[in-house]
């Protein structure tokens, strides 16, 4: 007896040690390891799951076919008005999943759908001369890339997007199939689960590609994105934009919906960022931006607290390419827009008096106080994001701050080639071979002696 014992033991040990091995599922399918929520293989899904992705198109899933016009205005003879059209055409993909009334809703990539209102810097297309502003714009199901243009194509409505988290949900009036699986929990995705992406690359035709989660928990900060994504080393190209991405549930041996596809790194291959469907939710559901998700309306520079931060000493700020220097003048604030070959020359172009009371100046001259006053609270504020303890939340506030910084260049070009050129609003106030302190006291523009 105590034999057999020992070899009843040593079997039971055997056992134990032994790998696991596929377990036939309840419908015949053979089922692949499942440590966790889902399966490291897609050979654990289900025989009809399997059969439907094993067909090269799936009913659910689009080519989106967003169109953009812009309208480009010219001066010809006698200054008549020339207008040119430029159209811009741009594919991507996107799913149905879910029937709301008597609409269908369909998700995708803002990034697919989305078009700058004017193009310019930072906003360039590529065939638009910047400075075209968009007159019209539209989204529409086709076939792919290759199909013609035609209004009896499947029109797509906006119903809400959410540009932190690069998310659109348009909407059809055409009765659409919606997504056959369950949304998931990307929370449970481990490195090594088996994925499943539908997408049209290139808006050429449709491609089923597989891979596996390759990192987890990756905070997206680029572009303003503000997002959790995680890694797949599927191989997914332009237009896949917007595709649906599947693990399979080791419960149930369904696919379910774990994320959408929107990014790759340049110059990398099999390195691709899904957003986290944890993420999207919320929106998908509610269909509305999540608040938190929307950047907060800027309130307008404190006088006071700009003249209290400028008061230990002058401060020198990026505006309009140029440089600009601020000192505190009394109760004024003091700014010198410097000559551009700044720091060889210490020449001073023009001079900007701004007492704080707000009424000391109007139009375009108010327009440049404004603009000051904003770059430098800016400046300041990122100034002392920069000085805080190095963070993910500092990080993300510097990364903000600079875009921010970026998207009123622009527009400070504009202001300073105004000045420069004496135009109408602040011609009359700059003064020309006078002392600046001539005019202390009163906002306005003016040159240095």
């Known amino acids: 007896m105590p034999a057999v014992r020992a070899v009843r033991a040593l079997l039971a040990l055997l056992v134990l040690c032994l790998p696991l091995r596929p377990t036939p599922a309840g419908d015949g399918a053979i089922a692949a390891p499942c440590p966790g929520r889902y399966a490291d293989a897609l050979s654990a899904m289900s025989a009809a799951a399997r059969e439907r992705e094993a067909r090269p198109t799936a009913d659910w899933v689009h080519c989106l076919r967003a169109t953009a016009v812009y309208e480009q205005l010219s001066y010809g003879k006698g200054g008549r008005v020339r207008r040119l059209y430029h159209r811009k055409v741009r594919h991507g993909t996107g799913f149905a999943y879910r029937k709301d009334g008597e609409r269908w809703l369909v998700v995708t990539n803002l990034h ?41 194509l499947p029109l797509l409505v906006p119903v809400v997007t959410d540009a932190r988290r690069d998310l659109a949900v348009f909407a059809s009036a055409r009765p659409l199939r919606v997504i056959p699986y369950a949304i998931g929990r990307s929370a449970d995705l481990r490195v090594g689960d088996a994925v499943l992406a539908r997408g049209y690359p290139l808006g050429a035709f449709p491609a089923v590609n597989t891979g596996r989660v390759i990192g987890v928990g990756q905070r997206d900060n680029e572009r303003g994105w503000d997002h959790e994504d995680f890694a797949v080393d599927a191989l997914l190209n332009l237009g896949s934009s917007g595709s649906p991405v599947l693990a399979v549930s080791c419960r149930t041996g369904e696919p379910e919906l774990v994320g959408v596809y929107h990014a790759g790194y340049r110059g990398a291959q099999g390195l691709n960022v899904v957003i986290a469907i944890d993420e999207l939710r919320g929106v998908l559901d509610r269909l509305r931006g999540d608040p938190a998700a929307r950047a907060p309306a800027e309130a307008a520079p404190d006088p006071a607290a700009l003249r209290a931060a400028v008061a230990p000493g002058s401060i020198t700020f ?15 604030l003091r700014f010198e827009l410097l000559d551009a070959r700044f720091p060889l020359s210490s020449r001073v172009l023009a001079t900007v008096v701004d007492a704080g009371r ?62 420069e050129a004496g135009a109408p609003g602040l011609a009359e106030l700059v003064s020309r071979g006078r002392s600046p302190a001539a005019r202390s006291g009163a906002d306005g523009v003016r040159s240095p002696p």
């Open 318 to 332: 990026p505006f309009g390419g140029r440089a600009v220097r601020v000192a505190r003048s009394g109760e004024a």
């Open 112 to 152: 697919v759908t989305e078009f700058p209102e004017v193009t310019g810097e930072g906003a360039s297309l590529d065939g638009v001369p910047a400075g075209s502003r968009k007159v019209r714009e539209e989204l529409r199901i086709v076939a792919s890339e290759a199909e013609p243009d035609g209004p009896d």
């Open 358 to 419: 707000g009424d000391g100046a109007a139009g375009a001259a108010a327009e440049l106080r404004d603009a000051l006053r904003a770059q430098l609270a800016l400046v300041l504020a990122y100034r002392a994001a920069e000085a805080s303890p190095s963070s993910a939340e500092a990080r993300q506030a510097l990364e903000r701050l600079a875009v921010r910084l970026r998207e009123r260049e622009e527009e400070q070009v504009d202001l300073l080639a105004a000045v």
